[in-house]
C-alpha cells in the first residue's frame, strides 16, 4: 500500500531546467505548433480541412514541456486535440497537414483526418476521438511496458472534461494496483466544450484526483515551458524507478474554440485576450531567451524559417493527391 | 429422518462427483458442519449442514462420479425435540430434473470426424481452451491472459485453472471488476505489440468496454492506415447459461459481427474451441471468441497433434443431408443436429452446418449446400431482428434464390429479455422441435 501522496506541491527549480539551448529549442517547437495551427486554422477557412479541428494554440508549453523529459522508446497518447502532440514528438509538419486536408501523403493515407494520426516510429499512439478513452489506452502502454520490463515511460493526455469519466479512475486504480510507468497529465484548459471546469466538476483541485489511490501529483503552470519540464521530470523518474504512475495537472488554456466551429460564448473576449497578454508561453519563453543574450533579430529569423516550414507544409497537404478509390477497402483487417 | 441431496452448485450443474464423506455414519453433526465434498465441473465446493442431527446412513459412497442432482445421498436424524426439517444439505430444493438445462453427455450429438487432423482424443471444451491458450502461451511469449478471477481463483468457469502456476502473476492477470479500464488497458498493450487474452467473465459484462472494443482495437488499423492495429482476443461465454435472467443471458453475436475490423468466432465442439481459439491468438487481428457456458462441460473428440488449429472463416458440414441446409452455431449445433436425427425418423434428410466463424461467413459452404438442398433453416439463439439468421437468409437469398424451392425460415430465441421462470426460459429457447417445425414448413 503506498503512503499517501503530499498535497499538491508546487514544482522545484523550474527555472533551471532548460538551459539557454534547450530552452531555445522548446521555444523552436513551440513556434512550429502554434505557426502550424494557425495555418490550419487558415487552410479550414479556406474549406481545404473538413470535419472536426481542434487547435492546440495556447497550450504548447504542455507538449512541449513534456516531451524534453522523454528519452527513446517513451510512449505518448492523446485525445483529438493532437496537432502539437505529433509535432513535438517529431513527426513531420507535410504529413500532418496532408492528414488534415485528408490527402494520401497524410499519416493515415488520408483515412483518419484531424483526430485519428499514429507513427510508430515517434513513440506516437494516437489522435482519439472517444473522450477519455485514451487514459485506459495510455495505461496499457504503461502495461506493455512494465510486461516488458523496460524502463519506459507512457505520457497520457486527456483534458480536464476527460477527468470526470469511469474509465479515468478504473486506469488510476489499475495502474497504481500495478505500478504502472503511466504518467497521466490533464491538459486542463478550463473549457470541456463550452462547460466550464467548475460547472463540470466537484473536484475544486484535480491534482488531487489521484489521493484515493495513492497517485503522487503536481499542480503545474501550464504556460511556463521550464515549469512543466521540472514538474515532468519528477513525475518521469518516479515511473521510472518502478514506482507506479504519477498525475500532472497543467493548468492551461485554449485560445481558439473547442474546435473550428465553435464560437466560445461562454467565456468573455477580454478573458482570452488576458490570458494572452499576460499570460502566452510564448511571450514567456521569448522573454528570457532574450534575458539570455538571443537577439530579437535571431528570433526574428527563426520565426521566418517556421513559417516557410509550414507554408511547404501547406503546400504539401494541397498537391499531395486524393487517396485512391481503391484505399476504401484497405487496412480494415490485416490479411495473413 | 430427513434426505439429504445431492445439491446443485452452479447455475449449469446437472450432475457432479461425490468427492468426500466427512462425516461419519453415528456422527453428530450441527449446523454450519462441513459433511461432504463434491467436485463439480467447476470446482471443488463443500456442503455444509443446515439441521441438527445425527447422520444414520451414506447412501452414495465417495468417489463416485456423475451423482445427478438431487439424488439422495445420505441420510440424518432429526434432533428429537425438532420436527425433520425438509432437507438437510444447504442445497436449495432444485427443480425437477427434468427442467434441467441440457441432458447429460449421453444426448449431446457427438461432431463430424476431421480425419485430415490425424489422432483425437475425448476431452471437454474446457479442456479444450485451456490447452489452446496455454500452447500459445508457451510458443509465444507476448501472449498472456487477463480478466476478473483468471489466476488466483483458477477462472470463474475453471478455464484457466493451473494457468497462474504455469505462467505466473506477469501473464496470467486478475483484474478488477472494471471492464471498460482494463479492456482499454488491454487493447493499448495490444497497440504496442503485446496480444493479449482478454477474459470477460460473460461477454454481457463486455458491453461496459464495447466502446474500446469497437472504436479502439477494431477501427485502429483502419484510422492509421495500417500502421497500428490490435491483436487480441476477447473471449469468454456468451448467450444463455441457465436461470440467470435477463442481463445475463444475452447472445451478442450480431452486434459485433457487424462491426468491420473484427473477427467473430464461435465454437461449439472442443475440436473448435481449440483449433478455433489458437488461430485467433495467432490473428494480428482483433478477435471476437464467443463460448458457451453450457458447453464448457461437453466432451467430444478433439486432435491431440501439436499442429492442429482450425482456419478462421471456415464452416463445417457436421451432418450431410440432400433435403434441407440447416445451419447453426455454438450450442444451437445441438440443437440443429437433434432435429436432424428427428427428422430423418421422418423420411427428410438434412445437412447441419456448424458455421463455426460468424464473420467473416463462409458464403462459399452455405451456397454450395443450399444449391445441393434448396431449402434452407437458419438456427440462432439470439433475437431475430437484424440478428445473424438475417443476415445468413439475405446472403442465401442474394446467392441462390434461383435454386429455392421455399422461402428460407429463421429459428431464433423470443424476442423478450429472457424470464428467469424455468418453463418460461425453456420457450424463449430455440429447441429441437422448433426447428423440425419451421423445417416442415419448406415441403
Known amino acids: 500500500m503506498a503512503a499517501a501522496p503530499d498535497k499538491s506541491r508546487k514544482p522545484r527549480k523550474q527555472a533551471e531546467s532548460m538551459d539557454r539551448d534547450e530552452l531555445l529549442q522548446a521555444y523552436t517547437t513551440m513556434l512550429l505548433i502554434r505557426r502550424f495551427e494557425e495555418k490550419a486554422g487558415q487552410l479550414y477557412g479556406m474549406g481545404l480541412i473538413a470535419g472536426f479541428c481542434h487547435l492546440y494554440i495556447g497550450q504548447e508549453a504542455v507538449v512541449v514541456g513534456m516531451q524534453h ?14 496537432h502539437g502532440h505529433m509535432l513535438a514528438c517529431g513527426m513531420d509538419p507535410k504529413g500532418v497537414m496532408a492528414e488534415l486536408t485528408g490527402r494520401s501523403g ?13 507513427s510508430k516510429e515517434k513513440g506516437f499512439f494516437g489522435g482519439h476521438g472517444i473522450v477519455g478513452a485514451q487514459v485506459s489506452l495510455g495505461t496499457g502502454l504503461g502495461f506493455s511496458n512494465w510486461y516488458r520490463e523496460n524502463d519506459r515511460v507512457s505520457l497520457t493526455y486527456f483534458g480536464e472534461g476527460a477527468a470526470n469519466q469511469g474509465q479515468v479512475y478504473e486506469s488510476f486504480n489499475l495502474s497504481n494496483l500495478m505500478k504502472l510507468p503511466v504518467v497521466y497529465i490533464i491538459e486542463n484548459n478550463r473549457y470541456a466544450m463550452g462547460t466550464s471546469v467548475e460547472r463540470a466538476s466537484a473536484s475544486r483541485d484535480l491534482s488531487l484526483n489521484g489521493v484515493p489511490w495513492g497517485m503522487p501529483s503536481l499542480a503545474v503552470d501550464g504556460m511556463d515551458v521550464m515549469a512543466v519540464k521540472a514538474a515532468g521530470e519528477e513525475a518521469v523518474a518516479h515511473c521510472r524507478a518502478g514506482r507506479g504512475p504519477f498525475l500532472l495537472e497543467m493548468k492551461t488554456y485554449r485560445y481558439r474554440g473547442h474546435s473550428m466551429s465553435d464560437p466560445a460564448k461562454y467565456r468573455t473576449r477580454e478573458e482570452v485576450q488576458k490570458m494572452r497578454a ?45 487517396p485512391e478509390p481503391g484505399e476504401l477497402f484497405t487496412d480494415v483487417l490485416v490479411e495473413s | 429422518m430427513v434426505d439429504i441431496l445431492m445439491p446443485a452448485l452452479s447455475p449449469t450443474m446437472t450432475e457432479g462427483k461425490l468427492a468426500k464423506w466427512l462425516k461419519r455414519p453415528g456422527d453428530a453433526i450441527k449446523s454450519g458442519d462441513v459433511i461432504a465434498e463434491i467436485e463439480t465441473d467447476k470446482a471443488t465446493m463443500e456442503v455444509e449442514a443446515v439441521d441438527e442431527g445425527v447422520l444414520n446412513e451414506i447412501l452414495v ?3 463416485t462420479e456423475g451423482v445427478p442432482v438431487n439424488t439422495i445421498i445420505g441420510r440424518m436424524g432429526g434432533d ?35 480425419p485430415e487432423y490425424g489422432e483425437t482424443r475425448l476431452m471437454t471444451v474446457r479442456e479444450a481452451l485451456r490447452e489452446a491458450m496455454s500452447l500459445e502461451m508457451r510458443a509465444d511469449k507476448d501472449v498472456f491472459l487477463m480478466g476478473e478471477e483468471v489466476a488466483q481463483y483458477q477462472g470463474a ?84 447459461a441457465a436461470r440467470v435472467g435477463a442481463q445475463h443471458s444475452q ?156 422461402p428460407p425460415v429463421r429459428v431464433h430465441g423470443e424476442d423478450v ?27
Open chain 2, 80 to 114: 428429537e425435540a425438532e420436527p425433520p426439517a425438509p432437507a438437510a444439505a444447504e442445497a436449495p430444493k432444485a427443480p425437477a430434473k427434468a427442467e434441467a438445462p441440457d441432458a447429460p453427455a449421453p444426448a449431446t450429438p457427438a461432431p463430424a470426424v476431421e
Open chain 1, 106 to 118: 497524410g499519416y493515415s493515407r488520408g483515412k483518419g483526418g484531424s483526430m485519428h494520426m499514429f
Open chain 2, 61 to 63: 459412497e465417495e468417489g
Open chain 1, 278 to 322: 499576460e499570460h502566452d508561453s510564448l511571450d514567456a519563453a521569448k522573454a528570457r531567451l532574450l534575458e539570455l543574450g538571443l537577439d530579437e533579430a535571431a528570433l526574428k529569423t527563426l520565426d521566418d524559417g517556421l513559417k516557410a516550414r509550414v507554408q511547404e507544409a501547406a503546400e504539401f497537404a494541397q498537391s499531395s493527391p486524393e
Open chain 2, 251 to 406: 447472445c451478442y453475436a450480431s452486434w459485433y459481427a457487424h462491426c468491420p475490423g473484427l473477427k467473430v468466432v464461435a465454437p461449439w465442439s472442443a475440436a473448435d474451441a481449440k483449433g478455433l481459439l489458437r488461430a485467433a491468438i495467432r490473428d494480428p487481428n482483433p478477435v471476437i471468441f464467443l463460448e458457451n457456458e453450457i458447453l464448457y462441460g461437453h466432451s467430444s473428440e478433439c486432435p491431440v497433434a501439436d499442429d492442429f488449429i482450425l482456419p478462421i472463416g471456415k464452416a463445417k458440414v457436421e451432418r450431410a443431408g440432400t433435403d434441407v441446409t440447416i445451419i447453426a452455431f455454438s450450442i444451437m449445433v445441438d440443437v440443429a443436429l437433434k432435429a436432424a436425427d428427428a427428422l430423418a425418423a421422418q423420411g427428410i434428410s438434412a445437412e447441419v452446418i456448424n458455421l463455426r466463424t460468424i464473420r467473416p461467413l463462409d458464403i462459399e459452404t452455405i451456397a454450395a449446400s443450399v444449391k445441393k438442398t434448396s431449402r434452407v433453416v437458419s438456427v440462432e439463439e439470439g433475437w431475430p431482428f437484424a440478428g445473424i439468421g438475417a443476415e445468413m437468409i439475405a446472403t442465401v437469398v442474394e446467392q441462390c434464390f434461383d435454386w429455392l424451392d421455399a
Open chain 2, 157 to 240: 468457469y475453471k478455464i484457466s485453472q493451473g494457468m497462474l502456476e504455469e505462467f505466473g502473476a506477469r501473464r496470467v492477470i486478475d483484474t478488477p471488476i472494471t471492464e471498460h479500464g482494463f479492456t482499454g488497458m488491454a487493447v493499448g498493450a495490444a497497440m504496442n505489440g503485446l496480444k493479449p487474452i482478454v477474459e470477460f467473465m460473460t461477454f454481457n459484462f463486455a458491453m461496459q468496454a464495447i466502446d474500446q472494443i469497437i472504436n479502439s482495437a477494431a477501427k485502429t488499423l483502419y484510422m492509421s492506415g495500417g500502421q497500428m492495429g490490435a491483436q487480441i482476443v476477447f473471449r469468454g461465454p456468451n448467450g444463455a
Open chain 2, 417 to 443: 429479455p429472457m424470464p428467469y421462470a424455468a418453463n418460461l426460459e425453456k420457450l424463449a429457447l430455440p429447441q429441437p422441435d422448433w426447428v423440425v417445425k419451421a423445417v416442415k414448413k419448406l415441403f
Open chain 1, 69 to 82: 523529459c522523454l528519452g527513446e522508446g517513451d510512449e505518448v497518447i492523446t485525445s483529438y486535440r493532437d
